[in-house]
């Protein structure tokens, strides 16, 4: 296991698609075992984070460690949940396979699951408290039920690191209630949890730590420290002057090494 004290440090970060940045210079270093809150409006580039931490999308410029290995070496060390609306919900498989999905890591993508990852499977079933839908299909299930599936899918993979896309969206107060639990529990056994979150009035009471985004990290670090109506603010105001500055830069950046390749040429 690794000893490193981040769990994810990004450094001069910038994600683009095309010339449109989504984030733009991230300086940041989580924490291992804390529960982390990404906040920001929509278009923040905050799911954008979790799917570069995860090797889904490459960096324009910069890097993003996870417990100090590049990307692509430590994706056996993160569990993700992601949003529900990305989900196929109409794909032919039970709670079940979706959970033994996770156990792939473990037992390897062509080999049939054993008796001992089934019963992981149903021990992580049964934290998320829906055993007894082990073999239903994941359509018939409701919003709160499909969310406690890819908890468990996640919990079955046994990371370091937990990366969770709007855990709480669309569930109920029960649902959202059992989730935080797990997660606290999680965070006793010294795990990281990353999630995006949007309801700004439960961050004191659910997490220990929060990274405020748009676009550029406005502030990061303990909740009682940066949880700042000051910092709010800026996190939620004047989104589309931020917008404009950052993709004037990414194209006037763009056309200046154009030109430096040119005059090299010449």
Not at 44 to 52: D, E, Q, R, V, Y
Not at 53 to 77: E, Y
Request: hydrophobic share 45%; proline share 4%; with cysteine.
């Amino acid at each position: 296991m690794c000893m490193s004290s981040i769990a994810i440090e990004a450094h001069d970060l910038t994600v683009a698609y095309g010339q449109r940045p989504v984030l733009w210079d991230i300086d940041v270093a989580i924490p291992v075992g804390n529960l982390v809150a990404i906040v920001g409006p929509n278009g923040a580039g905050k799911s954008t984070f979790l799917k570069t931490v995860l090797g889904l999308l490459r960096a324009t410029n910069g890097f993003v460690k996870v417990l100090d290995r590049p990307c692509k070496d430590a994706r056996h060390l993160i569990g993700y949940v992601p949003q529900r609306e990305s989900v196929d919900w109409d794909f032919p498989v039970s709670v079940l396979d979706v959970v033994l999905m996770g156990r792939y890591g473990k037992m390897g993508w062509f080999k049939r699951p054993s008796k001992n990852d089934r019963a992981f499977a149903h021990s992580c079933l049964e934290q998320v408290g829906i055993l007894a839908l082990a073999d239903r299909q994941i359509k018939q299930l409701s919003g709160g039920q499909q969310q406690r599936v890819f908890l468990a899918r996640a919990l079955a993979q046994e990371p370091e690191i937990y990366l969770m896309d709007e855990p709480f969206a669309g569930v109920d107060a029960a649902t959202e209630r059992a989730i935080i639990e797990i997660l606290r529990e999680l965070r006793s056994r010294g795990k990281t949890v990353i999630a995006v979150h949007h309801d700004l009035q439960s961050i004191p009471e659910y997490f220990d730590w929060v990274a405020l985004l748009n676009l550029h990290l406005i502030a990061a670090g303990k909740v009682a420290d940066v949880f700042t109506p000051e910092n709010l603010q800026k996190t939620y105001g004047g989104r589309l002057t931020i917008l404009d500055q950052v993709t004037e830069a990414v194209r006037t950046g763009k056309q200046r090494s154009e030109q430096d390749v040119s005059t090299e040429a010449t």
